[in-house]
């Protein structure tokens, strides 16, 4: 994914209350374009709040929400073309066929007549909608209709990009794909991403923020350098044979074969595998360990005090 | 295009590919060309004997006009069962948020969804008073006072729909909206029943209540101050809806 760019979306102590509630508390965010934000949290921790008052839909009760330096709430129409948003239940007036709310969808977006009809093609196109186009989606599939929820969220190319559980009703190729679609988006725009699927974080996102109880306790960045490696390997080996090669930072031992490794922040994974191979260790499998962050996302979920955000 | 003519049409398209609003159109239109034929033929024994007397009174006195007013007292019923669902079917439905987050303003959400269901209650008023005057082939009508009676009736459906989007932008079931606009109507149209009954025709509570304004369009006249009113009303019905939707937006219901 490009480096950042410039701050698209900043939340500024932002706090939201519902039926006397604390539903959020003082949540402090900035995201950049170019950024694939996942947000995590068990169910009641805040998250589709959080969206909802990104997205334009839902007013903090105190702190601000910004996009591109200028208060969302103060002014509510630049949701309108830098917005895209998919709720939880994706909105569809699901009496019209699929092509003809994506065009409503692209109207209501502010697009121009003439630019509609190429918008929804290469929405139709990206969801791999093009064979239900023409359908009601009364009579759709939820994995379908998840994706036409996907579609108008994007049609009008947004800077910021906001999928409250995208995933949702998608069996695991379309889930696979969808991961394909988001880190295609997070190369041109700032998406902010709920989910619960731990995997879809570490294969989409740049960064995690971790919600609980309404507040922030974590928020970090997801960069392979800071990721560790599930390694295998043939040989039975030490910690010292791992710490020999130049890249290790550290390591851990899972079993005989196989190694929790983290490397240094300037070494490349590369670097890594071939100082393994030259050493002949054997390697036979090497990914990404997707552990760490399910230690972190467990050890909070379980967590009754707050913590400090990373 | 507006936003709100663009949401406006939007609904009308949503109207159309539904059975409900055909079934609803084709039950009103049923309904009322049976008591068109029943006062025509009624008409047809009776003017024999009307024939002598001077100044009597013709086609669109006894037919047009009673019919019209008739479909009146049906508005009320139906403008509900047309705009309940404008918002409280979107948030049934959960897909109000698809409106609110595209930064189209809420002012311009309840202008469009009430356009929008106006319109399919001109076209029921224009299909309803299509039938008398094909009469116009065959006798003589007082096109003046139907026009002004088609004016009375589209005003009283624009107030009668600003009540509906009302009553559908508080209520969270469309069938409690429904029920909600029809208690508003109703209450609107009789609050001046008991003045009346005790001989008071010209007090405040007298210009609350719709069929004041109503009835003179009935009769042909098109007073300013009658329009003042459902204009009024419309205005502040729509007010009240769109402070309902600022409302629902800081609230997330």
Redo the contacts between chains.
């Keep these: 994914m490009t480096a950042p760019a410039h701050t698209i979306l900043a939340l500024q102590q932002v706090s939201r209350s519902l039926a006397g509630r604390a539903v959020v508390r003082g949540l402090n965010l900035e995201l950049a374009g170019g950024e694939v934000l996942g947000l995590l949290g068990v169910n009641g921790a805040g998250k589709t709040t959080s969206l909802r008052m990104i997205a334009g839909v839902l007013a903090p009760t105190s702190g601000s929400v910004r996009l591109g330096g200028e208060d969302l709430y103060e002014q509510p129409e630049l949701a309108r073309r830098r917005i895209g948003y998919l709720p939880e239940t994706p909105p569809l007036h699901a009496e019209l066929s699929t092509e003809e709310f994506l065009a409503f969808c692209a109207r209501l977006r502010g697009l121009a007549r003439s630019a509609v009809a190429p918008a929804v093609a290469r929405a139709l196109e990206r969801c791999e909608l093009g064979d239900v186009r023409r359908r009601p989606m009364a009579q759709l599939s939820k994995g379908y209709r998840q994706r036409v929820g996907l579609a108008q969220a994007i049609l009008h190319e947004p800077e910021l990009i906001v999928l409250d559980e995208p995933a949702s009703g998608l069996d695991p190729v379309q889930a696979l794909k969808l991961r394909e679609l988001v880190r295609g988006l997070g190369e041109d725009h700032a998406v902010v991403l709920s989910t619960h699927v731990l995997s879809d974080v570490q294969a989409c996102c740049d960064r995690v923020a971790i919600l609980h109880r309404g507040e922030l306790r974590y928020s970090g960045s997801l960069g392979a350098n800071d990721q560790a490696l599930r390694v295998g390997v043939s040989r039975r080996l030490h910690s010292v044979d791992w710490l020999s090669l130049p890249p290790v930072a550290s390591v851990e031992a899972i079993d005989a074969t196989h190694w929790r490794v983290r490397l240094k922040p300037a070494a490349a994974i590369d670097e890594f595998a071939a100082a393994a191979v030259g050493r002949g260790f054997g390697l036979q499998e090497l990914r990404a360990d997707a552990s760490s962050l399910e230690h972190t996302f467990l050890a909070i979920a379980a967590a009754a005090a707050p913590a400090e955000a990373a | 295009?507006s936003?709100a003519g663009?949401?406006a049409r939007?609904e009308g398209?949503?109207l159309l590919?539904?059975p409900f609003a055909w079934t609803l159109a084709a039950i009103v239109v049923a309904l009322m060309a049976w008591q068109f034929l029943l006062s025509l033929q009624g008409f047809l024994q009776l003017a024999p004997k009307l024939g002598g007397i001077k100044d009597a009174p013709g086609v669109t006195d006894l037919v047009v006009i009673p019919l019209l007013r008739s479909f009146g007292n049906l508005l009320v019923l139906l403008v509900p069962l047309i705009t309940m669902r404008t918002l409280a079917g979107e948030r049934r439905?959960?897909?109000?948020?698809?409106?609110?987050?595209?930064?189209?303003?809420n002012a311009r959400i309840v202008l469009g969804k009430y356009v929008g269901a106006l319109g399919f209650a001109l076209v029921l008023i224009l299909l309803v008073a299509s039938m008398p005057l094909a009469l116009g082939f065959g006798a003589p009508l007082d096109v003046g006072r139907i026009a002004a009676a088609v004016l009375g009736l589209s005003f009283f459906a624009a107030a009668l729909t600003a009540i509906g989007i009302l009553a559908s932008a508080w209520a969270a079931q469309p069938a409690l909206a429904a029920a909600a606009a029809l208690a508003i109507a109703s209450l609107l149209a009789v609050v001046d029943a008991g003045a009346r009954l005790q001989g008071i025709s010209n007090a405040g509570i007298n210009y609350l209540a719709l069929p004041t304004h109503l009835e003179p369009f009935f009769r042909g006249l098109v007073a300013s101050v009658d329009i003042v009113y459902f204009v009024l009303l419309v205005a502040v019905a729509l007010a009240l809806a769109t402070r309902r939707l600022d409302a629902l937006?800081?609230?997330?219901d």
């Excluded at chain 2, 439905?93 to 303003?105: K, N």
């Excluded at chain 2, 937006?249 to 997330?252: G, H, K, L, N, T």
Aim: a positive charge; aromatic letters at 0%; charged letters at 15%.
């Design positions: 295009m936003v663009l949401i939007h398209r949503r590919v539904q439905a959960q897909t109000l948020p698809l409106l609110l987050a595209s930064g189209v303003g937006r800081s609230r997330a």
